[in-house]
Structures are given as structure tokens and as C-alpha cells.
């Protein structure tokens, strides 16, 4: 069985990250700023696939 790990997390108002944690390398960051350019601002549940990891998003209320 294959582990899953968590990568990479953070808190965005809108387009703007405001707090982010990760403990490994990568382009995580990045990525994340141009799924946040692509979401709708309304509440919803958002999954996005790049360089065989899956980014999920939940808007919340703008966050």
C-alpha cells in the first residue's frame, strides 16, 4: 500500500496566499497562485492535477 503524503497546504483571501507551510521542495507555491487565478470566488469545491500531484481547493466565504 502506498502512502499518501501531505505536501503542501496554505489560507488565500481571493488571489493573495496569506499564510502557506510545506516541509518539502518544489514549485508548490507556484502552483497554487495559478489554480487561484482559475477558481470562482463563490463557495466551492475545486481539484486541479499538475506534475502528478492533485491540488484540492475549498472557497469558503472568499478564503
Known amino acids: ?14 488571489t493573495m496566499i496569506l499564510a502557506e507551510y ?11 497562485s495559478q489554480c487561484l487565478q482559475k477558481i470562482p470566488s ?10 502528478h500531484h492533485t491540488f484540492n481547493f475549498i472557497v469558503e466565504d472568499g478564503y
Open 22 to 32: 510545506t516541509e518539502f521542495t518544489g514549485n508548490f507555491p507556484a502552483i497554487a
Open 1 to 14: 500500500m502506498v502512502q499518501e503524503s501531505f505536501i503542501f497546504s496554505f489560507v488565500a483571501r481571493g
Open 42 to 51: 463563490s463557495n466551492s469545491k475545486f481539484t486541479f492535477n499538475c506534475d
